[in-house]
Structure formats: structure tokens, C-alpha cells
């Protein structure tokens, strides 16, 4: 069975300051894939990355940086220099090859506000 | 850039009434998929959809819940006898596995608040 932990339900920092939020999975699949999704205010929920088993490579996107460790079966997200329009909602998600379709399951969100 | 469409963007009915969300997925996607999320709690999984059937479901979909594919274009979630307890946002979402993309689009959400 699959399972997404977010530890972190809510987190405040200041702008300006690097955050990171946390996210572990559980899954039997050898091959599967995670993500992050951030939820505004406004509902939505918006893509940020996807990252299957088989590539341990960190990822860096402007701000944002990912680093996937499969020895403690981890998903972190760190976003650098923080600003208010990063106060959303971020959630980590799983996805296994073996389903017979894309389903992905979600953590339970880690709250995040960037206080000016 | 392509994306999913819902409607209605909110909608409040009585406790028992039926309601029926919409939502138009992305047009070469071939799988779709209902989730819920009651406010401030995480999203969950209801069900998903592919070549005119359900391909899985969870425990939340229940008797209650059905959804359909009236058309080529539409992706409709019944609820039948609306509960309290339904209430939350309903995210429609479409894949197209097919073509390896193995990332959900969603869209934006229909709000259900029942009295």
C-alpha cells in the first residue's frame, strides 16, 4: 500500500528565509514516482515537480530545490529565500508504475506562511 | 496550455438533493479521475476513469456516487442524496497515461456546500 507523510502541518518563517518542508512515502512498487503540489489561497492545485524512482538526482528550479533520498524513502522541498507569495498550502504525493492508472495519493499538506 | 475545465465553480444545495458536477478534461487525455477535499484536510482520492469504466475507486465512493462520460468531451460526478459531510471542493483531473505523460492536470475545483 501506498502512503505519503507530511510530519509538518503548519510552518512560519519570515521572508527571506530558507524553508523546508518535509515529506516521506511508503510504497512496495520498485518503480513509482513523487510529487509536490502547492495550493494558493485562491484553491487551485498547481504542479511543481514530478520525480520518478529510478533518478536521485536533486533538482534545483529557480528557488525551489528538491532532494529525494530512496535510503529514508524521502521527498524534501526546500524553498530559498522565501517570499509572501509562497504562503500556500504544499502537498507530496505518490504515484506507483503498478497502478492501472496515473492515481497519485496525497500527504496531508504542510500549511506554509511567509510572514513579511 | 491546455486545461481542465469545472463548473460550476460553486454550488450549495439542500441536504438529499442530487447534484452533478462537470468537468471537461484535457481532449487527449485518456484518464480521469475525481478527488475531494473537505476544507482544510488533505485530498482525497474517489476515483478514476478510463475507456468508459471505473478503473478503481476508494472507499468513499460510495452507492451514493456514480460518474459518467455522456459524451466525448464531458466527465460528470453524481451524488445521488446529498449528505452534510459531502461538503468540500471536488477537483476533476485527466492523464494521459498512454503517452507516458503520468501527470495529473487538474482543474480548479467546484465547491459543494450542502445546508
Known amino acids: 500500500a501506498q502512503k505519503v507523510t507530511q510530519a509538518q502541518t503548519e510552518i512560519s518563517v519570515v521572508e527571506k528565509e530558507d524553508v523546508t518542508l518535509d515529506c516521506v512515502y511508503e510504497?512496495?512498487?520498485?518503480?513509482?514516482?513523487l510529487f509536490w503540489y502547492k495550493q494558493p489561497p485562491s484553491g487551485e492545485l498547481v504542479f511543481l515537480i514530478r520525480?520518478?524512482?529510478?533518478?536521485?538526482q536533486n533538482e534545483i528550479s529557480g528557488r525551489y530545490s528538491w532532494n529525494f533520498q530512496k535510503s529514508t524513502s524521502s521527498f524534501n522541498f526546500t524553498i530559498t529565500a522565501s517570499q509572501v507569495v509562497d504562503s500556500a498550502v504544499y502537498f507530496c504525493?505518490?504515484?506507483?508504475?503498478?497502478?492501472?492508472?496515473?492515481?497519485?495519493?496525497f500527504g496531508k499538506g504542510t500549511r506554509l506562511h511567509i510572514l513579511p | 496550455e491546455p486545461e481542465v475545465t469545472q463548473t460550476p465553480s460553486h454550488q450549495v444545495t439542500q441536504m438529499g438533493q442530487e447534484v452533478i458536477l462537470r468537468c471537461v478534461p484535457i481532449?487527449?487525455?485518456?484518464?480521469f479521475y475525481w478527488y475531494r477535499q473537505i476544507l482544510g484536510q488533505k485530498v482525497e482520492f474517489l476515483v478514476s476513469?478510463?475507456?468508459?469504466?471505473?478503473?478503481?475507486k476508494s472507499e468513499i465512493f460510495d452507492d451514493q456516487f456514480s460518474v459518467e462520460r455522456p459524451d466525448g468531451s464531458n466527465f460528470t460526478l453524481k451524488i445521488r442524496s446529498t449528505k452534510l459531510e459531502d461538503s468540500a471542493m471536488y477537483f476533476c483531473?485527466?492523464?494521459?497515461?498512454?503517452?507516458?505523460?503520468?501527470?495529473?492536470?487538474f482543474g480548479a475545483g467546484s465547491r459543494l456546500t450542502v445546508l
Open positions: 483531473a485527466s492523464s494521459g497515461r498512454d503517452s507516458g505523460a503520468n501527470v495529473l492536470t
Open positions: 510504497t512496495r512498487d520498485t518503480t513509482y514516482y
Open positions: 520525480r520518478n524512482s529510478f533518478d536521485e
Open positions: 504525493a505518490l504515484s506507483e508504475a503498478g497502478n492501472r492508472d496515473d492515481k497519485i495519493i
Open positions: 481532449s487527449n487525455h485518456l484518464y
Open positions: 476513469f478510463y475507456n468508459n469504466e471505473i478503473s478503481e
